[in-house]
Structures are given as structure tokens and as C-alpha cells.
């Protein structure tokens, strides 16, 4: 299994116009329902068919800053594959790879660039470079806002970037969309931490009009496991953050960034704690679940099992991903829970205890071979911008609180926050769509400022 070769192909021109053909161009187009950013698909399928890739790709990027990204990582089956009215009775257009299509064929050209817009209408300070950022930021200068974004990795993206897989989305694609909003006049600082290195009231000092919060969820949630050495518990897994001594015990988020860093050659392979020939327990079933199964075969792991503590009608990964993951080899135990771990001397895991309580039937308990356990159950926002900043306020999950009137402002005025932080529904294109209302919620707040401050001169 090759480490990071992207593994879905992409058409070729003729393939691709074939498949464009198939598409009936509905008078009123189920699969643009189906998009949660409104995608115009037919107008560009169309444009496609005729081979006008200009003119194709055009349409797509009126509505989306992310095309090459959305058209390999969205969930098209249940989104805008799921509603084409063809795969009522056979095979849906494949849209999203036709989508993939048209954006590399434009980025790999050079096809289409957009005239910079002037920027009077204000200054807008964007916290992360992640899915919801960029789109705020493409956004708001399309509109003739001065946006320069604050981030705090090395490269941008967020979890594309640092997250989903080289094999599934090559960094490259999305190195590539950056470069796209940095033409048109975006300006991004990068290894900047704010809360830490600069504040939100800084930022205001600097003569932002409004600031954007758009940064996901970075705080990975775990699980405390009692273990047990040489028949005795060491620790019962009460308050104490005990598992994560164990170099063998990691979370999801921070194994996936690891890998990606020995991938850009910033980490050695020796650095990263799953051996070659490692059998790894993944705790999870969500898409990071599957990203991370498949990524520790992919890196020589002999075994990986997924344990989830429901059936399998209860998982949130896509039908897709498991289903390729089981292709692979992943292997899933259902209602099951790791209850105990077992180390030896060195504290090294030997073996983990297994109990599966499948509903209806009497709980086995296994006790079987393990050398990682990886956990991939959930995070939430990290709260360094809110303890940085005032009137800036956070659920019980540390979620941002957001008004609806001008939409996505939080409790602090001019701050503004989408994506994951405020806690929908956390996938590419959702932090995108809730990132899109958000940009005409500071549009409107800004220009009504400005125009206040005018009419006061
Ligand atoms: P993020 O992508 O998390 O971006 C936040 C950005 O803010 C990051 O760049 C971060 O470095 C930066 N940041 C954070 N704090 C600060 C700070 N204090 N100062 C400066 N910068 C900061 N969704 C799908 O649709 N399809 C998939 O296949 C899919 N796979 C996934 C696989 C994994 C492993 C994970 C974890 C998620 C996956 N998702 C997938 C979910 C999807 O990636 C997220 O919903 C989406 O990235 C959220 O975008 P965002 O911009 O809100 O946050």
C-alpha cells in the first residue's frame, strides 16, 4: 500500500465529457438542493460538455473557494450525488469527481484568474486558515473587504492541511487554493498564535473593523482506561491524564499531524510511536476513525482493529470511508470497549481486554495482542481566544455563542466566528456554508459602522 499516493484517479478530458453528458440539466436541479452551498452544478456541467472549462469553473467559484478540495472530500453520496434524480434508478452523475475535474484541470493551466477588487469597504481580521476562514476571507475581498488572516501552523488549510490524508486530499491541492485567495489580494500570516502571541483587542488597535473567529475544534477529547501491570491496576483511569504517558496511547488528530509532518519532512518515521508490523487499536468510528486506521496500515501497522461502543447503523463515518477502510483490511468490532490495558516493565502495551456487549446477548470479554491504541472520539474548540479576550463568551463545551442579527456575531461587538468553533455540523462544506452567511453578517455590520462614523464626522 503506497504511504502517500492519492488513491482515487482522476478523468481524462474525454471521460470526463462523457460522464458530463449524462446529466438530464433539470429544470429544477435536485443536486444544487442537495449542496449546502448551492453549487450551480448543471450551469457548469453544462458549460463542461462543451468543453468551455473557463467558463465551467467560473460557476463553480462564484459559490465556492474550495473546489478541488470539495470535489475529493465532500460527502457526495448523501449531498449532491445523493439527490441526482438519475441514481433513483441506476448510477447518480459523479459530480464530485467531474467537480475535481474541473478545478485541477484550471489550477494545472492556469485557466482562470480574478481581477483584484479594490478594497474600500473596510478591514477584516480572519483567525484560521482552515475551510471556514479562507471562505470568509475569498469571500469578503470578492466583495472589496481587506482581509488579512492570522494562523497559527506553519501552512494553511486547518484540518485539510493537517488532518484528512496525503492519499485522500495531496496537500499540494490545497497549497494550491491558498495560493488562489492570496492572489486576489488576501494577505496570511502564518505561525501566528493568537491568544498567545497576538490578542483579538490587538488586533482591533491595528484598525480591523471586524475579526473572524474560524478556529475549528483543536482540543481532541480522550478517554481515561484503568491499566494494569503484572496483574495489578496501576491506575483506574479517574481525573488524572495517566494514559498519555504511555507513548503507545495517542489521539487521532495528533497522529494524523504527525504523519503529515514526516510527510513534509519535519519529523522522522522513527519519531512517530507505531512500529512497522504495530497492532493498533483504533477507538472511533467517525470519518478521523477511518482516516486514522488506514493511515497506520498505510505506515506498516501488521493489524488495525476499530472498536465503537454501538452497532454498526450508528457510526458516523461515511458509508465511503468504511467501506474502503474494510477493503483494506481494517477490521470492526462493534459494541465493544477497551476496559482494561495491559503494560509491561518498561510500560510498553502488551495486550488490551476486549468486551463486546451486543444488544440482546451475553457480554464476552477477549484479552488479545495490542501495541498502539489510538483515539479518535471527538473534540472541541480550544479556549485561548476566550480567555484572552472580553465579553467573548463559550457554551459548557466551550462552543462560541453566536447571535443570528447580524449573523454569526458573538457576545463581544465586531467579533464574528463560523466553522467548527460554533459547533454545527463539522464538515468541509458545512463550515463553508455557515462561513458564507457569516461573511454577509460582517459585510452588513461594517458597512453600517463606517457609515455611522461617517455621518458623525
Ligand atoms: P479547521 O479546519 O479546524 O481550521 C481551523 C484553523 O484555525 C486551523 O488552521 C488552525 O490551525 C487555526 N487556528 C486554531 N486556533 C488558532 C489560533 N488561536 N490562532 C490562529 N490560528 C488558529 N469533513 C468533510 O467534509 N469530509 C471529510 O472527508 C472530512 N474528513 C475529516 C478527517 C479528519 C481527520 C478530521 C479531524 C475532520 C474531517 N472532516 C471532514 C471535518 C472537516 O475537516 C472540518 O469540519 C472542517 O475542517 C472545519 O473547518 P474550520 O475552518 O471550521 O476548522
Not at 120 to 149: C, H, Q, Y
Not at 335 to 341: G, L, P
Not at 378 to 386: D, F
Request: hydrophobic share 40%; charged share 25%.
Amino acid at each position: 500500500m503506497k504511504f502517500k499516493e492519492e488513491i482515487n484517479e482522476s478523468y481524462t478530458m474525454a471521460e470526463a465529457i462523457a460522464e458530463a453528458q449524462r446529466c438530464l440539466q433539470c429544470k429544477v436541479p435536485q443536486c444544487k438542493k442537495g449542496c449546502p452551498i448551492s453549487n450551480d452544478i448543471p450551469d457548469w456541467i453544462h458549460e463542461l460538455k462543451k468543453g468551455n472549462m473557463g467558463n465551467a469553473i467560473s460557476i463553480i467559484r462564484a459559490k465556492s473557494n474550495l473546489p478541488a478540495v470539495c470535489g475529493r472530500v465532500c460527502a457526495h453520496e448523501k449531498q449532491c450525488e445523493g439527490n441526482c434524480v438519475l441514481g433513483k434508478k441506476g448510477e447518480p452523475v459523479n459530480i464530485g469527481k467531474l467537480e475535481r475535474f474541473v478545478a485541477d484541470f484550471d489550477s494545472e493551466l492556469g485557466l482562470t484568474h480574478e481581477d483584484m477588487v479594490e478594497k474600500t469597504r473596510g478591514k477584516v481580521a480572519v483567525i484560521g486558515a482552515g475551510p471556514s476562514g479562507i471562505t470568509v476571507a475569498g469571500d469578503l475581498s470578492r466583495m472589496g473587504f481587506a482581509v488579512e488572516v492570522f494562523e497559527m501552523e506553519a501552512q494553511c488549510g486547518g484540518v485539510l492541511r493537517y488532518g484528512i490524508p496525503e492519499y485522500r486530499l495531496p496537500k499540494e491541492v490545497v497549497a494550491r487554493e491558498i495560493r488562489y485567495i492570496e492572489k486576489m489580494g488576501v494577505v496570511i500570516h502564518r505561525n501566528t498564535h493568537v491568544g498567545v502571541e497576538i490578542t483579538v483587542d490587538s488586533l482591533f488597535e491595528q484598525g480591523f473593523d471586524a475579526i473572524y473567529i474560524g478556529t475549528g475544534l483543536s482540543k481532541p477529547k480522550s478517554l481515561e482506561i484503568p491499566i494494569w501491570q503484572n496483574g495489578r491496576c496501576i491506575f483506574k483511569g479517574e481525573g488524572a491524564t495517566r494514559n498519555f504517558n504511555l507513548k503507545r496511547i495517542r489521539l487521532a488528530t495528533h497522529f494524523l499531524r504527525r504523519v503529515e509532518l514526516i510527510n513534509e519532512g519535519f519529523m522522522k518515521r522513527e519519531e512517530l510511536p507505531v512500529d512497522e508490523g504495530a497492532r493498533v487499536w483504533v477507538i472511533g468510528c467517525g470519518n478521523t476513525a477511518m482516516d486514522t486506521s488506514r493511515t497506520a496500515l498505510r505506515i506498516g501497522a501488521s493489524q488495525v482493529n476499530v472498536i465503537y461502543h454501538k452497532g454498526m447503523e450508528n457510526m458516523s463515518a461515511l458509508r465511503a470511508e468504511y467501506e474502503d477502510a474494510v477493503k483494506e483490511g481494517v477490521r470492526f468490532n462493534w459494541w465493544s470497549a477497551i476496559t482494561e490495558i495491559h503494560v509491561d516493565d518498561d510500560m510498553e502495551i502488551t495486550e488490551i481486554v476486549l468486551e463486546t456487549k451486543e444488544p440482546g446477548k451475553e457480554p464476552v470479554k477477549q484479552t488479545l495482542p495490542a501495541d498502539n491504541i489510538i483515539m479518535a472520539i471527538g473534540a472541541t474548540p480550544a479556549t485561548k481566544i476566550v480567555r484572552t479576550t472580553s465579553g467573548l463568551d463559550n457554551d459548557d463545551q466551550n462552543f462560541l455563542i453566536t447571535r443570528d442579527i447580524p449573523y454569526g456575531m458573538t457576545t463581544r461587538k465586531g467579533v464574528f466566528a463560523g466553522g467548527d468553533v460554533v459547533g454545527r455540523q463539522a464538515t468541509v462544506v458545512h463550515a463553508m456554508q455557515d462561513a458564507k452567511k457569516v461573511t454577509m453578517g460582517i459585510a452588513q455590520y461594517v458597512d453600517a459602522v463606517r457609515l455611522m462614523k461617517a455621518i458623525n464626522m
